[in-house]
């Protein structure tokens, strides 16, 4: 599986936004880029996912660079229930060996202050 | 719509013993994965299930066994428990085919070996 580079941890204030880095520089042209959260003792959350183009939900938006060998999360106004770890996975369309599992890194902790 | 849920939520064991975990998949789900996750540590993937087969296996030994029931439903068994077995057990279901199947997790299941 490709593999993502994150920061160990991150800190933001409340209401300011937050972006998020991941390094993926072997990323395949199948590869999606998704993003999974997971807060203190609760299993990991789908945020966001995308291929070339920039993505916006009602969560988050992903920017991916034109290269794809990075991307970035941003979450827009931070609030204290954002606080939790980060996880960029590189996914396999259908078909593709890796379809079907997540691959987690050690992921981004993010802090979110008062 | 009930998402993924897990049982037992905790339970304690003793080396050598046997235990099943079980996962009722998001509705409209087929497809069931099972990740172990260490204290402190990123969620490791140890196998998927889809139409009752074992389609992918991570680095698991064979003390590591699962089923899938005609419901989706599944459970995870696991024999011969060792002390480094205790982690939190996460289910995590998805829809198939679907390009990027977006996973939906359960809160875990949290198992204590002594």
């Known amino acids: 599986d490709a593999k993502t580079t994150q920061p160990n941890s991150m800190e933001s204030n409340e209401e300011e936004p937050v972006h998020l880095p991941c390094n993926h520089s072997?990323?395949?042209?199948?590869?999606?880029i998704h993003w999974y959260r997971q807060l203190p003792s609760q299993g990991p959350e789908y945020v966001i996912h995308?291929?070339?183009s920039n993505v916006n939900n009602r969560m988050a938006s992903l920017a991916i660079a034109e290269d794809r060998k990075s991307s970035t999360l941003i979450l827009h106004r931070a609030t204290l229930r954002d606080a939790a770890v980060y996880y960029c996975?590189?996914?396999?369309?259908?078909?593709?060996?890796?379809?079907?599992?997540?691959?987690f890194g050690q992921g981004t902790i993010l802090t979110v202050h008062p | 719509d009930a998402g993924v849920t897990q049982s037992p939520t905790h339970l304690i064991k003793t080396r050598g013993q046997q235990v099943t975990l079980r996962c009722s998949p998001k509705?409209?789900?087929?497809?069931v994965s099972w990740y172990q996750q260490a204290l402190g540590q990123e969620p490791q993937f140890i196998f998927q299930?889809?139409?009752?087969?074992?389609?992918q296996r991570g680095n698991f030994p064979d003390r590591f066994s699962g089923h899938q029931f005609p419901n989706y439903s599944s459970e995870l068994n696991v024999n011969a428990l060792l002390l480094g077995d205790s982690a939190l057990y996460l289910c995590?279901?998805?829809?198939?085919?679907?390009?990027?199947?977006?996973?939906?997790f359960g809160p875990g299941t949290r198992l204590t070996v002594l």
């Open positions: 995590a279901s998805s829809r198939r085919p679907a390009g990027t199947d977006t996973q939906y």
């Open positions: 299930y889809y139409e009752e087969e074992e389609r």
């Open positions: 996975i590189l996914r396999a369309n259908a078909g593709g060996t890796s379809y079907g599992k997540l691959t």
């Open positions: 995308g291929l070339t």
């Open positions: 509705s409209g789900h087929d497809t």
């Open positions: 072997t990323i395949s042209g199948t590869d999606y």
